[in-house]
Nanobody
Framework: QVHLAESGGGSVRAGGFLRLSCAAS?????????MGWFRQVPGQTRERVAT???????TYADFVQGRFTISQDNAKDAVYLQMNSLKPEDTAMYYC??????????????????????WGQGTQVTVSS
């Protein structure tokens, strides 16, 4: 089993920044080979923000537009999302996800939420104008 714990959410003004963190723990944590961030607004479907696999290959949603950076610390089984130049439309619950089976995306955003087995509880990000 794998437990994912997110942190770092909060409320900021437009143009501000936040850094989300996600730590994986549990007996199967060392099997994780891909991690990602998704977000969801109430009443809307969950959408992929960014992913990173054990080789360091990353993918980003088009709406990120160079504002967010995903990174990982394999020694700590952790993944981070640095979010800069935040916009009000970035307001959402952000979820960390992980899975033992990475896809060969070749740099193209190819993951869906169905590709991830483990999920965190989410951390709220609120951006005011």
């Amino acid at each position: 089993q794998v437990h994912l714990a997110e942190s770092g959410g909060g409320s900021v003004r437009a143009g501000g920044f936040l850094r989300l963190s996600c730590a994986a723990s549990g007996g199967d944590a060392n099997t994780i080979l891909v991690m990602g961030w998704f977000r969801q607004v109430p009443g809307q479907t969950r959408e992929r923000v960014a992913t990173i696999d054990s080789d360091g290959e990353t993918t980003y949603a088009d709406f990120v537009q160079g504002r967010f950076t995903i990174s990982q610390d394999n020694a700590k089984d952790a993944v981070y999302l640095q979010m800069n130049s935040l916009k009000p439309e970035d307001t959402a619950m952000y979820y960390c996800a992980a899975d033992p089976s990475p896809l060969d995306c070749d740099g193209v955003p190819c993951y869906t939420e169905e590709d991830f087995t483990y999920w965190g509880q989410g951390t709220q990000v609120t951006v005011s104008s």
